[in-house]
């Protein structure tokens, strides 16, 4: 179990997650893999110098100060728990705004009690999705060491947000973006091209464009805003304190979440180690991280090799096996869910820390799976992209087995907005047969029953009341 520890004078400073290393550093210096051993670097606190509240609660203070641009922040009013920064540092567009909704459409769906399920909707951050809360922590410390020039890999929403905070930020940040052919979703890369990023497209897909911008950033000296950094997995632990506002600071059952880079599972785990290292919690939740069918590393390595933690030495030569198999058979990532579509998460290691104190299972979803659990997200009310109903998908199938009970309290976390991408909604919902096979049948997507299709009516008034009429009476019962 990953214990905090403190070797420095430092109040924060940085420290390699392995226990044979543990090299150490300082904030003001800018390392994406420890220097001493290439493993994963944790921003580490030494918590018995530094002024935490007594309970979680006295963080509701901060709302009665909305106009301090910290205090709007859904993640720098908790800026207690993440102390890297000074205040006059940060860097923030007002990110964090986001909504913890009860949903017992979707909750009947999974098979859950009604008042049970919610959904954790990340997708009203000013990018549309989660990444934001990472970014606005990364940005500050790329303000922190001067850095000029920012540099991501990305299937899509990194590439937004990164984007995003160099276009509405007075820092003269400038963004170059990596993307795979055909590997981003057009809502996406829209939101790239209009914030006036350097968009450079590599044949290959998003493991291939990670492994070159990590190179590129090396070579250069370009500021890296993958999940690598660790700063970026300090704000992402925000989501988790935003639940438990949500909640009345009540501790749910099950958190459920979408594993791509294992950025936000990695991040959940260490709030909740942090968070009862320091008394604030009695008690954590369980942790259940989904993956694609197309992109199931995450869920091959645990659920059929037996990788754990193993106290911080796990055996990584059965990745290193794993990822050889992948080149020899020349297996890409391949899903409907973008996001997710990664084969090599970044951050395996710190998500099986993450596992192993959260009690964690890890789950596959087929592409009908997700877009099923999509189209009801929708129909409940919060519209999303397909990789956040894989964790809607994942409740549903642990629901299923038998893993998470009826009773429990289960948070899923919907990371970005409906119309990151709308290609995939319109043609699960749509009549247009060809653009259906193109975009779904080929992944093996069949027409469901919650498909909301357009109904086609001849321009005439009559038949256009009588088709009214009857949706009314399908709609009503009668």
Aim: hydrophobic share 40%.
């Amino acid at each position: 179990m990953f214990v905090l520890t403190s070797t420095k004078t430092d109040l924060a400073y940085q420290q390699c997650i392995n226990p044979s290393c543990r090299a150490t550093f300082t904030v003001g210096e800018t390392y994406f893999a420890c220097p001493t051993c290439g493993d994963l670097i944790d921003v580490v606190y030494d918590w018995d110098r530094l002024p935490v509240p007594s309970r979680l609660s006295d963080f509701e203070a901060a709302w009665s100060d909305r106009l301090n641009p910290l205090n709007f922040s859904g993640v720098w009013r908790f800026r207690a728990l993440l102390p890297f920064a000074p205040p006059e540092m940060v860097v923030t567009i007002g990110e964090g705004q986001t909504l913890l909704q009860t949903a017992d459409k979707v909750g009947q769906y999974v098979g859950l009690n009604p008042g049970r399920l919610l959904l954790q909707y990340e997708g009203m951050n000013p990018s549309g999705s989660f990444k934001d809360n990472g970014m606005t922590a990364a940005f500050t410390h790329a303000c922190m060491v001067g850095a000029r020039r920012v540099a991501c890999a990305s299937t899509g929403n990194t590439s937004a947000a990164l984007a995003v905070y160099c276009s509405a930020t007075d820092h003269g940040f400038k963004a170059i973006i990596f993307v795979g052919s055909g590997k981003i979703a057009y809502g996406k890369l829209a939101q790239a091209l209009d914030h006036g990023a350097l968009t450079i497209q590599i044949v290959g897909d998003f493991d291939d464009a990670m492994a070159r911008v990590r190179q590129v950033a090396d070579r250069l000296g370009i500021y890296l805003m993958n999940s690598v950094n660790p700063f970026r997995l300090e704000g992402q632990k925000t989501i988790m304190l935003r639940v438990l506002e949500g909640l009345g600071w009540e501790v749910p059952d099950w958190i459920v979440v979408p594993g791509g880079n294992l950025g936000n599972s990695s991040a959940f785990g260490k709030a909740f180690i942090e968070l009862k290292h320091l008394g604030l919690i009695d008690r954590v939740p369980r942790l259940a991280v989904i993956n694609a069918s197309g992109a199931r590393t995450l869920e091959h390595l645990v659920g059929q090799h037996g990788l754990t933690w193993c106290n911080g030495l796990p055996d990584m030569s059965v990745a290193e096996t794993y990822y050889a198999g992948l080149d020899a058979g020349k297996i890409k990532a391949s899903t409907i869910a973008s996001a997710i579509e990664i084969n090599r998460p970044v951050n395996l290691k710190k998500c099986l820390r993450a596992l192993d104190f959260c009690g964690g299972v890890v789950r596959q979803v087929s592409d009908q799976e997700i877009m099923d659990a999509k189209a009801r997200v929708g129909a409940g009310g919060l519209g999303c992209e397909p990789a956040s109903a894989a964790s809607v998908a994942g409740a549903k199938r642990l629901r299923e087995e038998g893993v998470i009970a009826p009773s429990e309290r289960v948070v899923c976390i919907l990371t970005g907005h409906q119309l990151k991408d709308p290609t995939a909604t319109v043609a699960y919902h749509g009549t247009d047969q060809d653009n259906f096979e193109k975009v779904l049948g080929s992944r093996g997507v069949r027409r469901a029953g919650f498909a909301n299709r357009p109904v086609v009516v001849a321009n005439d008034l009559d038949d256009i009341i009588r088709t009214i009429a009857l949706y009314s009476e399908d709609a009503t019962g009668d």
